[in-house]
């Protein structure tokens, strides 16, 4: 079962964590599947010790659910058989596109259209079909909008009902976009629905100038995410939440006190909620 705090696994840590213990605070580990599709025999190895021992997840960079060439099956079915066969539960991937005449190495935004809507929601189905599970779908950061005619919220919401599908809940996403984008995050997070939540991501960022927040996960969580982090479980409840570092990583122990900073924001959250109820 996928729940509590959790943090991405990255190569660096796959020898330490195969070999030694789990730490007591990790609850699950997520994975992109792109990076261990085709894997030397002793990485594959230690990869199903760690998913023998602790719950894995995927979530993916080069599915590219928004993008106007037709949807690559094939690589989808490459999914399907990994997540088979390692018995991950939960595949999810970003709501926007990479890839055109070749992949762009960068998350585009999708235009916030009512064709864009009708063109993702096809494209979500057919995975859904291929996986036999419910895709997951994050809330992206982006720097402009182009094209625009619904607002985020919105085209967000329209997409997960028409392709009922699932959120992952990035909330460092919504405070980036609040800052870039100049709207209230607390409405933006009250706006989401609650029943489509599976799991949530926190992580740092770049601060390139007052109004001009870059999304890195290359840095320390602040503030304001944590307290934004807080809303989020008052609004929709606790939901399995992972730390975001993909570079300038520290060592494990020190990585692990955010994890544990998010399991200590859980249980406030669920002993707060219990005495409202009380």
């Known amino acids: 079962m996928v729940q509590?705090?959790?943090v991405g696994l990255r190569r660096e840590m796959v020898a330490e964590l195969a070999e030694g213990s789990i730490p007591e605070s990790?609850?699950?580990?997520?994975?992109?599947?792109?990076?261990?599709l085709r894997v030397n025999p002793k990485l594959r190895r230690q990869f199903a010790a760690i998913n023998e021992r602790c719950p894995v997840i995927c979530h993916g960079l080069s599915l590219s659910i928004g993008a106007p060439a037709p949807l690559d099956?094939?690589?989808?079915?490459?999914?399907?058989?990994?997540?088979?066969?390692?018995?991950?539960?939960?595949?999810?991937?970003h709501l926007s596109y990479c890839s055109g005449n070749a992949h762009l190495y960068d998350?585009?935004?999708?235009?916030?259209?009512?064709?864009?809507?009708?063109?993702?929601?096809?494209?979500?189905?057919?995975?859904?079909?291929?996986?036999?599970?419910?895709?997951?779908?994050?809330?992206?950061?982006?720097y402009a909008a182009p094209g625009a005619k619904m607002s985020e919220l919105d085209f967000l919401n329209a997409v997960l009902s028409e392709a009922d599908c699932e959120l992952?809940?990035?909330?460092?996403?919504?405070y980036v976009n609040s800052v870039n984008h100049g709207y209230d995050p607390l409405r933006f997070l009250a706006g989401l629905?609650?029943?489509?939540?599976?799991?949530?991501?926190?992580?740092?960022?770049?601060?390139?100038?007052?109004?001009?927040i870059v999304d890195t996960h290359g840095a320390d969580?602040?503030?304001?995410?944590?307290?934004?982090?807080?809303?989020?479980?008052q609004l929709h409840g606790?939901?399995?939440?992972?730390?975001?570092?993909?570079?300038?990583?520290?060592?494990?122990?020190?990585?692990?006190?955010?994890?544990?900073?998010?399991?200590?924001?859980?249980?406030?959250s669920i002993a707060a909620g219990e005495a409202r109820r009380a």
């Open 26 to 36: 990790i609850g699950f580990m997520e994975v992109a599947p792109e990076n261990w």
């Open 221 to 233: 969580v602040i503030d304001p995410v944590w307290q934004l982090l807080r809303e989020a479980y």
């Open 238 to 268: 606790v939901h399995p939440t992972l730390l975001e570092r993909d570079f300038n990583l520290p060592p494990l122990a020190q990585l692990l006190t955010e994890v544990e900073q998010i399991s200590q924001i859980q249980q406030a």
């Open 168 to 174: 992952l809940l990035d909330v460092n996403n919504i």
């Open 107 to 142: 998350l585009m935004p999708i235009p916030f259209t009512e064709a864009a809507v009708a063109h993702v929601v096809a494209r979500v189905k057919r995975v859904q079909e291929i996986l036999e599970r419910p895709l997951v779908l994050e809330n992206v950061s982006y």
């Open 4 to 6: 509590g705090a959790g």
């Open 73 to 93: 099956e094939a690589f989808v079915l490459q999914v399907k058989d990994f997540l088979d066969t390692y018995r991950i539960p939960i595949y999810s991937e």
């Open 193 to 212: 629905p609650t029943a489509r939540i599976r799991y949530l991501h926190i992580a740092g960022h770049y601060n390139e100038a007052e109004d001009l």
